[in-house]
Every structure is written in structure tokens, then in C-alpha cells.
């Protein structure tokens, strides 16, 4: 996409843009934003399984046995999911945070939620 002005091809100034759209680091943040979410989704079914069962009084009252600990194998998958989705995160921001150079480049508000998430689901588990 070039500009022109009256008098030809304008060679610079703020109108002329040499990019023909977004390149492969612009495509790369997309790709690495859905896989990090893709890990956080799949960390949340996952926890969903290996938390605590719930102590409700009608448990109390008809005295059934519920698992009040987290389940060890799914706690270990839980947590190398979470660290990866926190590396992830981070390797995106340190990218986005280089290419940081135009106007028209944004820092992407859903990877630092996401590793704010991810990372405060983190240390609750290893706490």
C-alpha cells in the first residue's frame, strides 16, 4: 500500500506506509495469544477435576466421604500446564514489547490477563 500525492510517489511523512499488512511477528502474537489461552482452558478443566470436592451440608448431614485434598496426578499436569501458559504469556509480551516501534502498534491487553490468571492460579496451588 503505497501513498501518492499530487506530485508522484511521496517518499515519507506520516501518510506514507511501507508495510503491505502485518507480518510474521503482527501473525505470531495472534498464534501465540490463542495457544496460551488454549493451555489456560485446558488448565481450568483440568483443575475443575483435580481440586477438592465440595463440603456442602447435605454431605455433613447424610455423612459421605469427599476427597478434601487435590489430586496429585492432575495436580502435576495442572501445574505444567499453568507454567506453561505463563511462559507463553511472557515470551509474548517480551515480543510485542521489542516490536513496539509504530503508532499503530498496541500492547495486547489479553496476554497480561492472561498471565496475571495463570500466574494467580499458580501460586494458589503452590502455596
Known amino acids: 500500500m503505497t501513498a501518492y500525492n499530487k506530485a508522484g510517489l511521496d517518499k515519507g511523512g506520516p501518510e506514507f506506509e511501507r508495510r503491505e499488512g502485518p507480518d510474521l511477528l503482527c501473525r505470531a502474537f495472534k498464534y501465540l495469544a490463542i495457544a496460551a489461552w488454549l493451555l489456560f482452558f485446558a488448565a481450568l478443566v ?22 478434601d485434598y487435590w489430586q496429585p496426578r492432575l495436580t502435576f499436569w495442572l501445574v505444567y500446564l499453568l507454567w506453561g501458559c505463563v511462559l507463553v504469556s511472557v515470551v509474548s509480551l517480551l515480543l510485542n514489547r521489542m516490536r513496539l516501534k509504530r503508532r499503530g502498534d498496541h500492547l495486547h491487553f489479553n496476554i497480561i490477563l492472561l498471565l496475571l490468571s495463570a500466574s494467580g492460579m499458580l501460586f494458589y496451588i503452590l502455596r
Do not use: F, N
Not at 46 to 57: C, F, K, L, W
Open 46 to 67: 483440568i483443575s475443575h477435576y483435580a481440586r477438592p470436592e465440595m463440603d456442602s451440608g447435605l454431605v455433613r448431614y447424610w455423612g459421605l466421604d469427599i476427597r
